[in-house]
């Protein structure tokens, strides 16, 4: 199982960015997909979490900013970031929640990580 992101950059202050993250196989069921980052020197933190069925979890500092969507047929999530601040600065890494194959258990996977810098 492989996750690749895509879609960020730098931007400044204000602006929007739109983060992309495809699971690839082998995925015999995918679960729970989310965002998290990490800024220099702080520790990885969540940014938006979304359950199979749709269901939605932000952290505090980006609710009424960003929002979490997914395509299940592709196997995809995707972050849009809108107004975003110099505090949202950091690598953002793409998680999931797979079972690979009928016999294995759910496993947790990360994405290398996307670099975004937001600049005053």
Not at 8 to 35: E, K, N, T, Y
């Amino acid at each position: 199982v492989q996750l690749v992101e895509s879609g960020g950059g730098l931007v400044q202050a204000g602006g929007s960015l739109r983060l992309s993250c495809v699971v690839h196989g082998p995925i015999f069921i995918l679960s729970d997909m989310a965002w998290y980052r990490q800024a220099p020197e702080k520790e990885r933190e969540l940014v938006a979490r979304m359950g199979r069925g749709g269901s939605t979890d932000y952290g505090d500092s980006v609710k009424g900013r960003f929002t979490i969507s997914r395509d299940n047929a592709q196997n995809t999530v995707f972050l849009q970031m809108d107004d975003l601040k110099p505090d949202d600065t950091g690598v953002y890494f793409c998680y999931a929640e797979v079972k690979p194959t009928w016999d294995r258990s759910f496993e947790k996977y990360w994405g290398p990580g996307t670099q975004v810098s937001v600049s005053s």
